[in-house]
């Protein structure tokens, strides 16, 4: 599926894109061309990103478990 169409680059492209080290759109941007014409695409770069990019993943897991860890010990919230 194309992601951008300016610069004719696919979903797949994008993903080869994060698997060589991409980890942010401006990453991918550099990396296939994508974003850099009329930036309709940049939401679904940055969806593609936030899915499937593994150290986007593992820093989201880890606010995960400190935010549980929060709520567990009764700190989230507290200064709502
Ligand atoms: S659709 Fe990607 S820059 Fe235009």
């Known amino acids: 599926m194309y992601v951008c169409h300016c610069a004719v680059v696919t979903d797949r492209d ?5 698997a060589n080290g991409a980890q942010c759109v401006a990453d991918v941007a550099r990396q296939t061309g994508a974003g850099r014409t009329c930036g309709n695409c940049i939401s679904s770069l940055r ?23 929060e709520v567990e010990l009764g700190v989230a919230g507290a200064t709502r």
Not at 14 to 18: D, F, G, P, Y
Not at 49 to 68: K, S
């Open 14 to 18: 994008v993903l080869e894109s994060i």
């Open 47 to 69: 969806d593609l990103v936030c899915q499937h990019c593994p150290v986007r993943a593992e820093r989201g897991a880890v606010e995960a478990r400190e935010l549980e860890a």
